[in-house]
């Protein structure tokens, strides 16, 4: 009984670590920006596709993992600098186009050069099972969530302890008074588009040893990414991380104890009971709007 | 101005009356139905999204509910297909209606969210309730027949889908002259004025949105009943992308530029079948192009270039 319940939790809490740092993604790019980026999840694709390629071409394993962080950190920034600066100030409709355009675009690059195979990577560390009170616990569900833990912890000092931290997060509260005090807004649109690309990709290369990947992962992934950011209250950081990993967890329990075939749509079910009843999302602020 | 409001109508229709006679063989023929049932459905999401200024990231969802509903209720149950299609219809727009209220009552574009997971709840349903709708694979649809009279060539199901986008375009054409659509377009060009003004914000959104939703349920039911067979992907997230897609490269709150959009997009995966793997990056390559530079969509921006206003 607490075996089983212990085992939901624990996969849960794996793949909630990667909707977080999906959710990170959505809330650092809608922060800097008010864009809901759709490209989200294919860059936790690319950071497992990129990740496979590299370890099967015989790159060292930190290496390739570098590789897989730091390609898609630049394809956020094309993403970027070609298609969302050039269109500042368009609808959000016309936004969200651009970006499940970009998507397809990457989608769409992958499957012609890769393939359209399922991969795996071998876990960093073995696939030797940890036993605890009877459920099972694979290694590489530490390396997500102590991995998961660390970039939380970084997250937090950037915004809060260095001067460009706290220039990214003053944009997101007011642009163009961020502008008068002198700082550089597009710098900040810049650096969000590659940090949240290195964040989902680094998501993507975690658990590919447990969940495997392949060219179209990312659809599913990045909008589950999306409701984690809206159950946290979207532009809430930490909420987004608590959105995340709350994600995860009642999708692992409604697969194991009500039906594993609805796996795929408790998240969305979340979405519109939150929506309905606790419209700011669980962690977010009042807020009020101008006219 | 209101002399001509009517002249891209005719011009629509004659058009419609000429293209069976010029279409070349079957294979256009069939293109051209889909092309009109696609820019029915993207009149309704035009209305929403260009004049309510909201958006649905589920509208294949509705699209989904009628047409199973014209697939299952007539195979399991021996419903007349007429009446099958009016009960999608309405269970669509209770659904809708029952998502919107409280939607609509928030700001910002929760109705995306909303929207989209409820298609993706439905796509799932659709996909696992093999029993009555055939799963993953889908199932064939009874033949549509009114008073003795079977729609089963090509040719029939052309005349009807024409006479029904004629109607579409009219009345989305009325209905924007109308009260209720000035008040639509005072409430996407500033919500709070019309607020002051006394336009009812939310039961007006619900109300648009409730109304492209039956479009989507009944345009799948038509759907349904010219292929003959349903599958899961009628009602996947992509194809509501595309649906959007449609109305946005078009052009927002543009009639004309919704059927510009629906032709367009019909047309573009058999073109870029050619391309072999290579449709993906094409598709998205042309989204972003367009939308980076005609961010109004193909329609207002020619329009705006030679100098007739809308």
């Known amino acids: 009984m607490l075996a089983q319940f212990l085992q939901f939790l624990f996969s849960g809490v794996t793949v909630g670590a990667t909707y977080a740092l999906a959710a990170l993604g959505f809330t650092l790019i809608y922060n800097a920006s008010n864009v809901i980026n759709f490209a989200q999840g294919e860059f936790i694709m690319l950071g497992g596709m990129l990740a496979v390629y590299f370890t099967q071409a015989g790159l060292p394993l930190p290496v390739a993992l570098l590789l897989a962080i730091l390609i898609p950190a630049i394809v956020g920034i094309l993403v970027e600098k070609l298609a969302i600066e050039p269109v500042k100030g368009a609808e959000t409709v016309t936004l969200i186009i651009i970006t499940i355009g970009a998507s397809l675009v990457i989608r769409g690059l992958i499957q012609v050069w890769l393939g359209k195979n399922t991969f795996s990577l071998p876990a960093f560390s073995g696939d030797e099972p940890i036993q605890i009170l009877g459920a099972t616990l694979l290694p590489q569900s530490l390396w997500v969530l102590g991995v998961t833990a660390l970039v939380v912890i970084a997250l937090w000092y950037f915004f809060n302890r260095t001067l460009q931290g706290k220039a990214m997060l003053a944009t997101s509260y007011n642009r163009v008074a961020a502008e008068l005090v002198g700082i550089n807004t597009s710098w900040v649109l810049f650096m969000s588009f590659a940090m949240s690309a290195a964040l989902g990709a680094l998501g993507g290369i975690l658990v590919t040893p447990i969940t495997l990947t392949s060219y179209d992962v990312g659809i599913m992934l990045g909008l589950k990414g999306f409701v984690a950011a809206v159950v946290g209250g979207l532009g809430n950081g930490l909420g987004a991380v608590l959105g995340g990993l709350l994600v995860g967890i009642l999708e692992a329990m409604g697969a194991g104890y009500i039906s594993s075939s609805y796996k795929d749509a408790i998240p969305f079910v979340l979405i519109l009971l939150i929506l309905f009843f606790m419209p700011r999302g669980l962690f977010g602020g009042k807020s009020t709007d101008r006219v | ?310």
Not at chain 2, 92 to 104: D, E, K, S
Not at chain 2, 265 to 283: C, R
């Open chain 2, 1 to 310: 101005m209101k002399k001509n409001v009517y002249l891209g109508l005719y011009i629509v229709v004659a058009i419609l009356l000429v293209l069976p006679f010029v279409v070349p063989n079957s294979f256009y023929l069939d293109l051209v139905i889909r092309m009109a049932i696609n820019a029915v459905i993207v009149l309704g999401l035009n209305l929403l999204i260009g004049f309510a200024g909201q958006i649905s990231l589920g509208h294949a969802g509705f699209l989904g509910i009628g047409a199973y509903a014209s697939a299952v209720l007539p195979t399991h149950f021996g419903w007349h297909p007429v009446v099958a299609m009016g009960a999608g219809a309405l269970v669509t727009a209770v659904l809708a209606g029952l998502v919107a209220r409280p939607i609509f009552k928030l700001k910002g574009h929760y109705l995306a969210m909303a929207t989209l997971g409820l298609g993706i709840i439905l796509n799932i349903a659709i996909r696992n309730e093999a029993q009555w709708t055939g799963g993953p694979d889908g199932m064939p649809v009874p033949t549509m027949g009114l008073f003795g009279f079977e729609l089963a060539s090509d040719k029939q199901w052309y005349w009807v889908v024409a006479l029904l986008l004629s109607v579409s375009v009219w009345a989305s054409l009325n209905l924007i002259d109308s009260p209720f659509g000035r008040a639509l377009r005072a409430l996407h060009g500033s919500e709070v004025a019309s607020q002051v003004v006394g336009v009812d914000v939310v039961r007006y959104k619900v109300a648009i949105f409730v109304m492209s939703a039956v479009f989507a349920s009944l345009m799948g039911s038509v759907t349904a009943h010219y292929v003959g067979f349903v599958t899961p992907n009628l009602a996947d997230f992509f194809h509501s992308i595309e649906l959007v897609t449609m109305v946005v490269i078009g052009g927002m709150a543009s009639v004309y530029g919704s059927l510009v959009g629906a032709v367009l997009l019909t047309a573009l995966p058999q073109a870029l079948a050619t391309f072999e793997g290579w449709e993906t990056v094409a598709f998205g390559s042309i989204l972003m192009l367009c939308m980076i530079f005609m961010p109004k969509g193909l329609v207002p921006t020619l329009a705006a270039k030679f100098g007739k206003g809308d």
